[in-house]
């Protein structure tokens, strides 16, 4: 491997966007103790949260919404988009970046534009069909992209000669063992070892159908000697659960330690958020994908290949109803040998080295 002295990783606004970029920081990190790592988020995004919180220099430069759709004219024109690529312009100056690493979101756009200038590598990573608006402006400036999944090189154009290097993804979950931290997580959460667990959530902010779909099911899953591990979620309602069950039914507001929730599950229902697909499938997780509908599908797009390839089931957000819940999820948590089956099929499409894939692919960059 090369070497790296400092290095401006730009992303921000979502979730989807932050945790690939925190999971690379902390692979930079292993290999280069003394690297110095600069992020570059927006005043109001989620990296605000998350990126001081685990240990990294975070700047706030000012970040716009983009058109949707794209031309060089749009960039050389309005002053604000000037403003913002000099303010990334100055902070990879005073901390004499190396080369610039995207992972989307609008503050990214400001970040390509300053490197470019500087006539420094760019690398963008990108998860979705068809890629990000911020993405898709910065593949302008570089050729080197790289993607999370196997899918995106067939299907967008803009990906063909992509690079795939997987999703990086935090070692605690790429590194973990799930048998082995079970107990644990199961007495973590007051949950009983002799019945299987559906553990449920719609990603960081929740997703209101599944939260009610699955809470008005309480009582069938219960009868059925089915636990349940709830994420309520942080943007959602709080939903009633009747009090009197025969067997668990734990709700959290927000799980911050995803490890013990995958660690206690036999089967997950989720959205088909990129990171989600990444993480369940790393650890070879049977899971029922209900695909964010508003939107151009690419959580559908991200679930279907783990489905054709035997690692998971979806189903319509329209269609997830108590009754649906009832004979589809109910038998399958009690089948243990199909859940084994549907593992080791996830396992076989998921990747647990995105973090260290990507960055062979930044090292060639720079050198």
């Known amino acids: 491997m090369g070497s790296l002295r400092s290095i401006v990783l730009a992303g921000g606004g979502t979730g989807g966007h932050i945790y690939p970029l925190l999971a690379f920081a902390d ?11 600069t992020t570059l988020g927006s005043p109001k995004g989620m990296e605000n949260e998350l990126i001081p919180a685990a ?3 975070l700047r706030s430069i000012p970040a716009f919404q983009l058109p949707r759709s794209l031309n060089l004219d749009l960039l050389r024109t309005p002053d604000r988009m000037y403003k913002s690529a000099h303010a990334a312009g100055e902070v990879i100056d005073e901390v004499q970046a190396e080369v610039v690493v995207g992972f989307g ?6 970040a390509y534009l300053a490197a470019w200038r500087r006539e420094l590598p760019i690398v963008i990573h990108e998860v979705n069909v068809p890629p990000g608006v911020a993405n898709r402006m910065g593949m302008k400036f570089t050729k080197r992209v790289a993607v999370g999944f196997p899918h995106q090189l067939e299907q967008a154009e803009a990906l063909r000669n992509a690079r795939l290097v997987g999703v990086p993804l935090r070692t605690g979950i790429t590194h973990m063992d799930r048998p082995a931290l079970r107990p644990q997580a199961l007495y973590h959460f007051g949950l009983r070892p002799d019945l299987p ?5 719609g990603g960081s902010s929740g997703a209101r159908t599944i939260n009610l779909a699955v809470a008005a099911s309480a009582k069938r899953l219960a009868h059925a000697g089915i636990q349940v591990l709830h994420v309520q979620g942080g943007r959602n309602d709080p939903f009633d659960v009747p009090k009197d069950l025969p067997v668990p039914y734990v709700v ?3 799980l911050s330690d995803m490890q013990l929730g ?26 029922i994908y209900v695909p964010y509908p508003f939107s ?3 959580q559908r797009r991200n679930a279907l290949p783990v489905v054709e390839s035997g690692g998971g089931m979806l189903v319509d957000n329209s269609e997830l109803t108590p009754e649906w819940i009832e004979s589809n999820i109910i038998p399958l948590a009690r089948d243990r040998q199909r859940l084994a089956a549907m ?9 647990r080295d995105g973090d260290e894939q990507l960055l062979r692919f930044v090292l060639e960059a720079v050198s």
């Open 343 to 351: 593992g080791s099929a996830a396992a076989r499409y998921g990747r």
């Open 262 to 287: 995958y660690a206690a599950a036999d089967l997950m229902l989720c959205r088909g958020g990129a990171i989600t697909v990444a993480e369940t499938t790393a650890l070879g997780m049977p899971a």
């Open 197 to 201: 667990v559906l553990f449920v959530s």
């Open 296 to 298: 151009n599908q690419e």
């Open 27 to 37: 692979a930079l990190r292993r290999h280069f103790p003394e690297i110095r790592i």
């Open 55 to 57: 240990g990294y220099d």
């Open 105 to 110: 979101g609008y503050v990214s756009v400001p």
């Open 252 to 254: 959290v507001p927000y």
